[in-house]
């Protein structure tokens, strides 16, 4: 028995949508594919990109499901826009391995094969999420369970996570550096201050050395005769 229409699962209010497709209360119903598909997107999240998903469109199928899934068709004629080992929702394609929302969704899957219907229209999310639902930046990845699926459907940051910033992952990051740099510094004073004490440790030696070796000249030439005890001294022998 569906669950649709109960408080915590209301319809989809959009015009055009199916009038069996539902999404639940923390979320929006985000119309895709000329009203064929819905995306239930959570409210503190902006779906403008998504993790792939299986491509199995009976997943989709709403009337298949003890649960309404996240994303629901009524097209479940095949196949669903390829990405990597899996697929993108009708609606979205295929971009450095995320799922992006086409900017037209006035067609449907199979009206148009010629293209992805990305278009050059304004961004999809003004006309059907309203901002105080889809906040521009989201602060964090929220993972959404895909019903009767171990596999889930990821909301990812709407800034595109480029190849680069994907690189940085594995890279060495700015704070790192700048710790590191630090470091090196302290490291060379400490080594300059060490060889510094070091030279002087190795003059005080060598200055008492010295003073040492000066008293005992002073103290020899202290014990020598002077030359008038030298000259009463040869005279007594004489006499």
């Known amino acids: ?6 408080p915590d699962w209301p319809f989809c209010q959009q015009p055009g949508l199916p009038n069996w497709f539902c999404c639940a209360s923390t979320a929006t119903c985000i119309p895709l ?3 064929t598909t819905v995306l239930c997107c959570p409210n503190d999240q ?9 491509c199995d469109l009976t997943l989709q199928d709403p009337s298949t499901q003890q649960t309404p899934p996240e994303i629901q ?14 697929c993108c ?25 010629g293209g992805d219907n990305d278009g050059d229209g304004s961004s999809v999310t003004s006309s059907i999420v309203s ?3 889809a906040p521009s930046s989201p602060a964090s990845t929220t993972s959404i369970s895909h019903s009767s699926l171990q ?10 996570p480029s190849q680069e910033a994907r ?3 594995t890279s060495i990051s700015t704070p790192t550096i700048i710790g590191t740099a630090i470091g090196g510094f302290i490291g060379l004073v400490l080594i300059v201050i060490i060889g510094y004490l070091a030279r002087k440790l190795r003059q005080v030696k060598k200055e008492a050395k010295d003073g040492s070796a000066a008293g005992r000249d002073v103290s020899n030439v202290s014990r020598e005769p002077k030359a008038p005890e030298l000259e009463a001294r040869a005279i007594h022998e004489m006499g």
Not at 1 to 6: L, R
Not at 46 to 54: D, Q
Not at 151 to 160: D, F, G, N, Y
Request: proline share 10%; hydrophobic share 20%; aromatic share 6%.
């Open 1 to 6: 028995m569906s669950v649709c229409g109960e």
């Open 167 to 169: 690189k940085s992952d």
């Open 89 to 113: 929702p009708w609606g979205y394609s295929c971009e450095d391995g995320y799922c992006k929302i086409s900017q037209d969704q006035s067609k449907a899957p199979h009206e148009d094969d």
């Open 73 to 86: 068709t009524s097209e479940l004629r095949g196949p669903l826009p390829e990405c990597n080992t899996a």
């Open 131 to 133: 901002p105080s639902t």
């Open 33 to 35: 594919a000329g009203y």
């Open 151 to 160: 596999e889930s459907i990821a909301v990812v940051p709407t800034s595109q």
């Open 46 to 54: 902006n779906c403008t990109y998504v993790e792939i998903i299986p």
